[in-house]
């Protein structure tokens, strides 16, 4: 694993079935059961260019009619969370939620972390869903020092990739290129470790 500022982050490709990846992304692309919203924003003091968001799972905490346990939701955002749960052993967590992300060009999101303090214990596993994607087509997820300064490591969004990471992070989702009309698909699992679990 990787650690920037002493804080993790680790890219893991091929571990997904390349079935698995196409009927998520069929799914989320061709059904209205998904949910989707445009006007999501990662950090609502920056951004002024929301882009798509569908609510796969939501803590219970929220009043919301999405399902609060993984067990509630989608059969394949369960299927999905199976392989990951297994990739992540030695490690154990608990699902805060989930959520698509979908953008295509234009929608530059905005630089932010997932966690909203500064504390240990708060995890991210981004997947991307695109079947298939070209280099040209732009959509890295780029991360940042702590001071918002300088990219200390990119991500491409290749079919299938995970990307596994610290919660406290700096980072940004790059919208595709003008080379693609297609809309750049990831779904982020938000965590939270378990306390009997070591810290990645």
Not at 48 to 76: M, V
Not at 88 to 111: C, H, Y
Not at 123 to 149: C, M, Q, S
Request: with cysteine; proline share 8%.
């Amino acid at each position: 694993m990787l650690r920037i500022e002493n804080k993790v982050i680790h890219v893991v490709d091929h571990a997904l079935d390349p079935e698995l990846i196409r009927e998520l992304f069929e799914w989320a692309t061709g059904s209205s059961t998904c949910g989707w919203r445009h006007g999501d924003v990662a950090d609502a003091k920056y951004s002024l260019n929301p882009f798509w968001g569908a609510t796969i799972l939501c803590e219970p905490r929220h009043e919301s009619d999405d399902p609060s346990k993984i067990e509630d939701a989608h059969p394949l955002a369960q299927r999905l969370w199976a392989r990951l749960e297994q990739g992540l052993k030695p490690f154990s967590f608990e699902i805060r939620d989930v959520f698509l992300n979908g953008q295509t060009f234009g929608m530059e999101n905005a630089l932010h972390t997932d966690n909203p303090s500064d504390e240990e214990g708060w995890y991210t596993v981004l997947v991307y869903l695109n079947p298939k994607w070209h280099i040209d087509y732009g959509g890295e997820t780029l991360f940042y020092n702590r001071a918002r300064t300088d990219v200390t490591f990119a991500v491409v969004p290749k079919p299938g990739r995970i990307v596994f990471f610290d919660a406290r992070h700096q980072h940004w989702a790059r919208p595709p290129t003008r080379n693609t009309q297609d809309l750049r698909l990831t779904m982020a699992f938000h965590l939270t470790r378990l306390p009997d679990s070591p810290i990645p």
